[in-house]
């Protein structure tokens, strides 16, 4: 049975988290990849990040999206 859809935030903030099965970033370049593509949606102001956590096997945002998702 398919789960239900996820109901969209009211206030348009969101913790986000993906986790992998093994390493996400294996190296530095990962990471720095990644922070670059995070700045880069935050400047662009499609979304505001309140916070970030980047580790090995998983990763936590909070952001607030507002009406773009």
């Given at each position: 049975?398919?789960?239900?859809?996820?109901?969209?935030?009211?206030?348009?903030?969101?913790?986000?988290?993906?986790?992998?099965?093994?390493?996400?970033?294996?190296?530095?370049?990962?990471?720095?990849?990644?922070t670059n593509t995070l700045a880069r949606y935050s400047a662009s102001?499609?979304?505001?990040?309140?916070?970030?956590?980047?580790?090995?096997?998983?990763?936590?945002?909070?952001?607030?999206?507002?009406?773009?998702?």
């Amino acid at each position: 049975m398919a789960r239900k859809g996820r109901v969209q935030s009211e206030t348009g903030i969101y913790h986000v988290l993906l986790r992998g099965v093994n390493l996400l970033f294996s190296d530095n370049a990962d990471y720095e990849e990644f922070t670059n593509t995070l700045a880069r949606y935050s400047a662009s102001g499609e979304i505001k990040i309140f916070a970030y956590s980047l580790l090995k096997n998983r990763i936590h945002l909070v952001i607030d999206a507002g009406e773009s998702i």
